[in-house]
């Protein structure tokens, strides 16, 4: 269906896997649309729990957006490429059903920002992170500059934005820009695993904690506290806290059904 993108579903498992490998995965045109389509398809195919982002073959996530394509462009080009990345990002960001990324290689440039744009990430022991944008005259576009600096302190995310310079996973993980790393075999069956924990929990209460999340991040001030507020309020109303209730008071697993 896909050309520049393999999908799977299995068990409410969305897995988008970029597939360019002969260019590292770059994100070009092509697959920025259609990724963009495969966001969409997590918002709207009721059959989707949750969604794992990862790249073709070995060696790369995604090495960043297609530098072929940058050469030509105006002013007005570049931001219009930049404002498309930012929305659909921001997409991915806001997305009610967990979308994780599964890094298992390069993820430089648009890579690290599609990473960064997920609700967390897992990477292979190969993985290497950097917006090297600043070698090509460039700073980040797709929300580099303010997730790297949300996720890992100002200090540290000015050094890698204009330094250009890339870490493995191990620092990744100290700075806390991925949550864990995997053998590169274990990297697709761990990412598996915890959404399969998560699809067992209450779907509206997942999209609650997010979008809240999202909130003390996005808004610094009390946006996030009041959400939480009618958030916690709206549970009372549905099913899945009713049932969630009465099976730990009578002994049982909950069956959620996300009303
Ligand atoms: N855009 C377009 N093409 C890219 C690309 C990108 N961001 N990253 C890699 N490629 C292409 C290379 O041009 C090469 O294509 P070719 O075989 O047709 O010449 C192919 O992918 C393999 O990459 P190559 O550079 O040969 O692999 P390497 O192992 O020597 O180096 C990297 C790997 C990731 C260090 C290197 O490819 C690189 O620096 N890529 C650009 C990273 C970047 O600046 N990203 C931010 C863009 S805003």
Do not use: W
């Amino acid at each position: 269906m896909y050309q520049t993108i393999l999908t799977t579903l299995e068990n409410g498992i969305f897995t988008i896997t970029i597939h360019r490998p002969d260019k590292l995965n770059a994100l070009n045109a092509a697959v920025m649309r259609e990724l963009g389509e495969t966001v969409n398809e997590i918002y709207t195919n009721a059959l989707i729990r949750s969604a794992i982002i990862t790249g073709s073959g070995a060696k790369a996530f995604v090495a960043g957006a297609d530098i072929s394509e940058f050469k030509d462009l105006n002013r007005e080009e570049g931001m219009a490429m930049a404002k498309k990345g930012q929305d659909i990002f921001s997409l991915i960001e806001d997305s009610p059903k967990p979308i994780i990324a599964a890094v298992n290689g390069f993820a430089l440039g648009g890579g690290c920002e599609l990473a960064m744009a997920c609700h967390f990430r897992l990477a292979s022991e190969n993985a290497r992170f950097g917006q090297p944008e600043v070698n090509l005259g460039l700073v980040p576009g797709y929300g580099g500059t303010q997730r790297l600096t949300r996720l890992i302190g100002k200090g540290r995310a000015i050094e890698l934005l204009i330094s250009g310079n890339m870490i493995d996973a191990q620092t990744a993980f100290q700075y806390g820009l991925v949550n864990a790393v995997t053998r590169a075999e274990e990297l697709l069956p761990k990412s598996i695993a915890i959404l399969q924990l998560i699809n067992t929990k209450a779907p509206l209460a997942v999209a609650g904690c997010i979008r809240c999340a999202n909130l003390a991040v996005d808004e610094p001030g009390d946006a996030g506290f009041e959400e939480e507020l009618k958030t916690f309020g709206d549970c009372f109303v549905t099913d899945d806290m009713k049932e969630g209730v009465a099976a730990f008071l009578e002994k049982r697993n909950p069956a959620f059904r996300g009303k």
